[in-house]
């Protein structure tokens, strides 16, 4: 490492940690507002509540029928993390094994869903999703958010199944394992890392996914986030804490989630796509 | 018999020139993605845009003739870039200095965990949790009038800073991972070569590193503006989605769930998608210009 001793250097180095320092502030105290809040007898007009009480959550629970709205956003979210794993590896492994004509512009088929941002795609997909008589159901829930997360998976999925020697597979091959068993017993055993990584960062996107979910939901198929959109949007209706009770539920359902994804892959990658796919752990 | 066996190897050779050209079972595999991908993001793309010619009334470009003839529909377009673009800006330009930065910490965890926060947390929980902040009695501005910086709470909800606001909070931490993991991957041999060479912090920044990170940076600006330019439950929740953050995603969802427009909220789309088309091709060819190549250090 080089180290540069000047004022200047010094001063320059100064200001970039107070910018993160600003930053990093006031996205803390911007999530503790909500949790403060959400515990907070009556906030108005000081610093602090004037008291606590955790009778919010039940008020919420209630209001908003969360747990009708839980079981959904999960049986949803589990629906679209096991069918994009299924498509995804599958076709992840012909791309990672096979040079054939046309690859390139599968490779942008693939790419594609995952640079269009969501509100653009999804007006369009939702339009057909409502005159084919899905949208507003669980299927067209599930249809629309499989769109960026099938890639996601083949992304991910392309640089772990590379680095696999194919001499494995031709091991098996010659003892006679057909296709399906080769995939079963030799190949999934060893992409589990990888699967499970990028599984799990498809459920992180899944529940916090709006745009798709908002514009295809109906009323039996909204996930929680669309739920705290609506209820957001319709503040003054019920009382600030308890739209605030909601989001540290929302909140704790994607946290947890993300802290068992973060065991598994680095920050960068839940942003990133091929370019910083997963190291493989060997 | 003979008619079998010629007819047996035709088809073995039939296979044998597709497997030659990458076609067998294993290249199968990748239809059924295939398929689903062009079911549910191509066609209905095109059903799209070929729906968009089929308006409501009026002849074939009549939705585009009603877009760019009313200023309502319009300025939409001028409201989301005159967010999105500086909002990228931002991004880019803090995080780029930032990134050097960090790059040398030892234990980047923590902070990247902490910034990976709000991209997983998603918009409508930033807009909520601002809502609160940035309001009138939120912290943000208790702070300041404690500190004597302004004299009255600071208006920075339902108005353009308050989507700015939640467009920074959510956009920067995107381009910032982004940006790390692109100056992470230049090999630091460089810089120690240019360093031996007697260059210093600045030039060896302008004539090392920075023609090396033009095409990721490049990528980064493209990934960051098209996200903010698709912001859509922030510039309502947050903004004033009548007027200063009418943002070209409401005027289509208006125009689709409000007035069951579908033609018309096809075009809105497709002018959408142009548009980002438009600055996305721009950016990238700036980007040729540039060098590109290895970022790795070493011979050659």
Redesign the interface.
């Known amino acids: 490492m080089i180290r540069d001793t000047s004022v200047g250097a010094k001063l320059w180095i100064t200001a970039i940690w107070v910018v993160v320092g600003f930053f990093v502030l006031n996205l803390l105290a911007m999530i503790a507002t909500v949790l403060l809040s959400s515990f907070s007898t009556r906030w108005l007009g000081t610093w602090l509540p004037v008291g606590l009480t955790t009778k919010w959550y039940g008020t919420a629970w209630r209001e908003f029928q969360l747990a009708q709205v839980l079981i959904v956003t999960f049986q949803i979210v589990f629906t679209v993390v096991v069918l994009s794993g299924v498509l995804g590896v599958t076709a992840a492994y012909a791309m990672a094994r096979r040079e054939f004509w046309g690859k390139r512009v599968l490779m942008l088929l693939f790419l594609l869903p995952l640079l269009v941002p969501p509100i653009t795609y999804g007006i369009p997909l939702a339009t057909v999703l409502y005159q084919s008589g899905t949208g507003g159901t669980f299927w067209g829930v599930v249809l629309a958010n499989l769109v960026p997360t099938v890639p996601f998976v083949i992304l991910v999925m392309i640089p772990f199944i590379e680095q696999i020697d194919p001499k494995v597979e031709a091991a098996a091959r010659v003892f006679g394992a057909g296709t399906f068993r080769l995939f079963i017993h030799v190949l999934l055993p060893m992409l589990i890392p990888g699967i499970l990584a990028s599984l799990l960062l498809v459920l992180v996107r899944t529940v916090a996914m709006f745009e798709l979910t908002f514009l295809t939901a109906g009323p039996s198929s909204q996930t929680l986030v669309v739920a705290l959109y609506y209820s957001v949007f319709a503040s003054g209706v019920r009382a600030v804490q308890s739209i605030d009770a909601m989001a540290v539920i929302y909140m704790v359902t994607t946290l947890v989630w993300l802290l068992l994804a973060l065991r598994f892959v680095n920050p960068t990658q839940i942003v990133g796509r091929a370019r910083t796919a997963p190291a493989p752990q060997s | 018999m003979s008619a079998l066996v010629e007819h047996d190897y035709s088809r073995i050779s039939l296979q044998q020139r597709l497997a030659r ?10 239809l ?3 398929v ?3 079911a ?6 095109i ?3 070929a ?1 968009s010619f089929m308006p409501k009334a009026g002849g074939f470009f009549a939705n585009y003739q009603t877009f760019f003839s009313d200023p309502y529909l319009y300025n939409t377009i001028a409201t989301t870039l005159w967010l999105a673009l500086p909002v990228t800006l931002i991004s880019i330009a ?1 995080a780029l ?2 990134a050097f ?1 960090v790059r ?1 910490m030892r234990r980047q ?1 923590l ?23 940035l309001g009138p ?4 501005s ?1 702070t300041l009038l404690l500190f004597h910086i302004i004299d009255a709470p600071l208006k920075l909800t339902n108005n353009y800073w308050g989507v700015f606001a939640s467009l920074i ?1 959510t956009g ?3 381009t910032f ?2 940006t ?2 692109y100056v992470s991957g230049i090999d ?1 041999a460089l ?2 070569a240019a ?1 031996t060479h007697g260059a ?2 600045w030039q ?1 920044f302008r004539f090392v590193f920075w023609p090396l990170l033009v095409p990721g940076l490049a990528i980064a600006f ?2 960051s503006f ?2 903010a ?2 912001v ?2 922030s510039a ?2 947050l903004g004033a989605p009548a007027g200063p953050t009418r943002v070209i ?1 409401i005027a ?2 208006q125009a ?2 409000e007035q069951y427009d ?1 033609s018309m ?2 075009a ?2 497709m002018i ?2 142009a548009v ?1 088309l438009v600055i996305v091709v721009a950016i990238l060819g700036l980007r040729n210009l540039f060098y590109r190549g290895s970022t790795a250090g070493g011979k050659g």
């Open positions: 050209r990458g076609f067998d079972g294993v290249t199968l595999l990748a059924p993605a295939v689903f991908l062009l549910v993001f191509v066609y209905p793309f059903y799209g845009l729906l803090m200095p930032i930065r040398l965890r902070l990247t965990t902490i910034l990976v926060l709000p991209v997983t947390l998603g918009t409508v929980l930033v807009a909520q949790g601002l809502l609160n902040y009695q939120g912290w943000f208790r909070i920067f931490p995107f991972l982004l790390l993991s630091p810089e120690q360093a210093n912090s060896r493209c990934l098209v996200q330019y698709a859509f439950p309502i929740l995603s289509a969802y689709a769930f579908y909220a096809s809105i789309a959408m998608a980002q």
